[in-house]
């Protein structure tokens, strides 16, 4: 496959503070703030949107973490044996405003997942999403309410958002399937 790398370490950090700054505007001083990132890379990047709003603001920000594998409704088709990796919300969500954190939005069947997952914990005062990349290509009525970048794509092209934690750089690429 050919790749290119569309986001570097660095523009990576200020896309990342970037959004932390937008969602402390758009939420209210952040009083009830959380953010829940969706397993895998969503976590990595929400403990660093987290870290960036503490650093700028006074507020404590709660974290937490979700597994949506159980709640997809390509499950059968994707996972004949799913790995349930766990959800750890240690917080009750009801009347927080919860930022769900994901890496990339491609058809909107992850994060609406995501919101059934997260309504069985509580009934939030607010859902928003914040996404890494947004590659269009919806299936559903979904709209990031955080975009950290726009990357219009064909059905063809992948995008791996890689973290640290995963991948050992912070980068973000573009892969084309190549044709025979």
Do not use: W
Not at 33 to 55: D, F, S, T, Y
Not at 70 to 91: A, C, I, S
């Amino acid at each position: 496959m050919d790749e290119r790398i569309l986001v570097d370490a660095q523009t990576m950090d200020r896309m990342l503070m970037r959004l932390s700054h937008e969602i402390i505007e758009k939420s209210e001083g952040a009083k009830e703030l959380c953010l829940v990132g969706i397993r895998r890379r969503g976590v990595p990047l929400a403990e660093r949107i987290k870290a960036n709003i503490e650093r700028i603001s006074d507020v404590k920000v709660l974290l937490g973490a979700l597994d949506i594998t159980l709640y997809r409704d390509d499950l059968k088709e994707l996972f004949p044996m799913p790995q349930v990796h766990g959800t750890n919300v240690p917080f009750d969500v009801t009347g927080k405003i919860v930022i769900l954190v994901d890496d990339v939005l491609y058809t909107g069947r992850t994060a609406r997942a995501a919101m059934d997952a997260l309504i069985e914990l509580g009934r939030p005062a607010a859902i928003r999403l914040c996404v890494a990349v947004d590659r269009g290509h919806r299936e559903l009525p979904i709209a990031a309410n955080f975009v950290g970048k726009n990357i219009p794509t064909s059905r063809d092209e992948f995008v791996s958002v890689r973290v640290e934690a995963f991948d050992g750089r912070n980068e973000i690429a573009l892969r084309r399937r190549e044709s025979n």
